[in-house]
């Protein structure tokens, strides 16, 4: 799928519509999901233009890729949800319901979460 640079994701990286920063270094943003399905929900999105993983590892540098992973781990520790655990999860594609055509990284915390189920 070819990038859309006008997905809401290509807008707040752009700082075009607010989000609430959490994270942010030189290759990675992190920011509260508006709508979020757990007390703690972060979003950790590269700020190269990807769809998918399939994008991002074919295209991205080493380091980007570093950062997105190293990201999380951050995000999770300075959300303070490390110690009692949180689940990492990524939708890509239609059978997934990839609602933001940007690659991102969910982040949930916060109580106790489900059996992971498809
Ligand atoms: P997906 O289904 O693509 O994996 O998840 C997209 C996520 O982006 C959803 O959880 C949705 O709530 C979140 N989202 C959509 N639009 C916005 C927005 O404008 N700001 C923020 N912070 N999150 C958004």
């Known amino acids: 799928m070819a990038y859309d640079p006008d997905n809401v994701f290509a807008k707040i990286l752009r700082g075009e519509i607010p989000c609430n920063k959490v ?22 999105v590269p700020k190269g233009a990807y769809v998918s993983w399939t994008d991002f590892s074919e295209t991205a ?7 997105l992973v190293r990201a999380v781990a951050t995000v999770a520790k300075e959300a303070g949800v490390a110690e009692q655990g949180y689940r990492v999860l990524s939708n890509v594609g ?5 609602e933001v055509p940007h690659l991102h990284i969910h982040v949930f915390a916060g109580r106790k979460l489900g059996r992971m189920v498809p």
């Open 23 to 44: 994270y942010e270094d030189a290759h990675t943003l992190a920011f509260h999901d508006i709508n979020p399905q757990t007390p703690t929900h972060i979003l950790v």
């Open 61 to 67: 540098s080493d380091a980007e890729i570093a950062a």
């Open 94 to 98: 239609v059978n997934a319901n990839q």
